[in-house]
């Protein structure tokens, strides 16, 4: 193990406000001998917690080495008799016979982006039984418009070439395009209410789709959306890394940043629609800010947008996805096929768009996607 993952881990351990959610909901869930699937397991704290809640036995899956410390720990604490540990992806795990319930903890700032609900979406399908229960069960979503105060340093610093001397311009557009984690503390200001703006089940990995609208209460300069979330993880049990509520617990929010900079004040209008593709971890939103009834900026970003796509990891980025789907690579392939010399993007993208279905989030994603192929491909 690193010092990273030593780091990571001792914090998991050490944040009461997470285990004490944790401890209640599995107390609430888990029946006098239930099998538990604990997904994601790291240290296997999740597996002990379900077995101090009657569980009869634990699968501990986790992909990484630290599976090795897992067995020690439960070993040292009297659990090795009761908890199995497998050291795959749970994508990649059969089972003899279904789980009764399920428990992991990759929820990220905005739920989707540490793979919770591809995860759970596959282990619903294959590996619990009908009536299994899921801890989280269900997730809110949440954005709320901010300012910040440390001048959003990780874009404007590509605004610049410093001590360079270069023209560093070409990653603030990367930059623009990044959903952000981001530990909101003191730093944020938020310039108007937070908004729900999704409600989903843990095990539900299509796309989520939202609009809000928010009437700036507080002047400042824009930042961008934070998002956070709030977990029903159990009947009565809830989890939130909402970073103005005191029961928070220690996990980032997401920073969706807008590429336009303004200043805002009260009365002003922001509108934005959001469009997450959990299965293929694509995030777009779309901002309008209004005064006085007219909209005065605009922007569209994507993750799609920032991320530095070759061919080869065009082929590769699906591969590693956590739920067997369609690959990338089939239309990339199709994309160097169609490449002739003979047919503009524009037809390619026409003849892609049957095969491709809903795998892009529009029609200027799938664009991008053929011109980012030919590009890698000529090089």
Not at 166 to 184: C, I, P, Y
Not at 194 to 215: E, F, L
Request: net charge negative; charged share 25%; aromatic share 6%.
């Amino acid at each position: 193990m690193s010092q990273s993952e030593l780091d990571e881990h001792l914090g998991y351990l050490r944040d009461e406000r997470k285990l004490d959610a944790y401890r209640r909901a599995l107390a609430e869930v888990v029946r006098p001998g239930d099998i538990v699937l604990d997904l994601g397991a790291g240290s296997g704290l999740l597996g002990y917690l379900a077995l101090e809640a009657g569980a009869g036995r634990v699968i501990a899956v986790d992909a990484g080495d630290i599976i090795a410390f897992a067995e020690g720990l439960a070993a040292a604490n009297g659990y090795a008799d009761r908890v199995e540990h497998r050291r795959k992806m749970s994508t990649t795990l059969v089972l003899e016979q279904p789980v009764d319930v399920v428990v992991g903890d990759q929820i990220g700032g905005l739920v989707h982006d540490a793979g919770v609900l591809g995860f759970y979406a596959d282990a619903k399908a294959r590996l619990a039984a009908p009536d299994a229960r899921f801890v989280p069960a269900r997730f809110t979503l949440h954005l709320v418009p901010v300012a910040d105060a440390e001048g959003l340093p990780m874009v404007t610093g590509w605004q610049d070439g410093g001590a360079t001397g270069l023209d560093l311009s070409v990653g603030a557009d990367h930059a623009h395009n990044t959903e952000w984690r981001v530990q909101a503390g003191e730093r944020f200001t938020p310039l108007g209410p937070p908004q729900q703006v999704a409600a989903i089940d843990a095990t539900d990995d299509g796309p989520i789709r939202a609009d809000a609208s928010v009437t700036i209460d507080t002047p400042g300069r824009l930042a961008g959306w934070l998002g956070f979330f709030r977990a029903q993880m159990s009947p009565s049990v809830t989890l939130t890394n909402d970073p103005w509520a005191p029961e928070r617990f220690d996990r980032w929010c997401n920073l969706l940043p807008t590429a336009f900079a303004a200043e805002v004040a009260p009365g002003d209008r922001l509108d934005v629609h959001l469009d997450v593709r959990p299965r293929l971890d694509i995030t777009t939103w779309d901002t309008v800010l209004s005064r006085d009834g007219e909209a005065v900026s605009s922007a569209h970003q994507s993750t799609f947008y920032g991320t530095f796509l070759t061919r080869r990891s065009a082929e590769r980025r699906v591969d590693s996805r956590p739920v067997p789907t369609p690959q990338h690579a089939d239309l990339a392939r199709e994309v160097l096929h169609l490449a002739d010399g003979q047919r503009s993007v524009q037809q390619m993208v026409a003849a892609l768009a049957p095969a491709a279905g809903d795998r892009f989030v529009d029609e200027r994603h799938l664009r991008a996607f053929v011109q980012t192929v030919l590009a890698a491909s000529d090089g």
